[in-house]
């Protein structure tokens, strides 16, 4: 990003970063959303109305450690 006239190094490190949350998105949605949908019928039944949050939490966490393995 340094040969981009007037990009400083701030600018470079936040396109950096929005880049690459797209690739870790679109990498991962195809094994995560069929995962996410087999946990919230295996626990639908048993958290009455906190299926929505949990399914949230277990799909934040599996984006961290995807980040931390990969």
């Known amino acids: 990003m340094t040969w981009m006239p007037g990009e400083d190094w701030s600018g470079a490190a936040l396109s950096f ?40 939490l277990v799909g934040a966490g599996l984006f961290l450690i995807a980040r931390e393995v990969f």
Do not use: D, E, F, N
């Open 17 to 56: 970063l929005g880049m690459w949350v797209v690739m870790m998105v679109a990498m991962m949605m195809p094994s995560l959303v069929p995962m996410l949908l087999r946990y919230r019928q295996a626990i639908g039944t048993k958290w009455h109305g906190r299926v929505g949050w949990l399914t949230v």
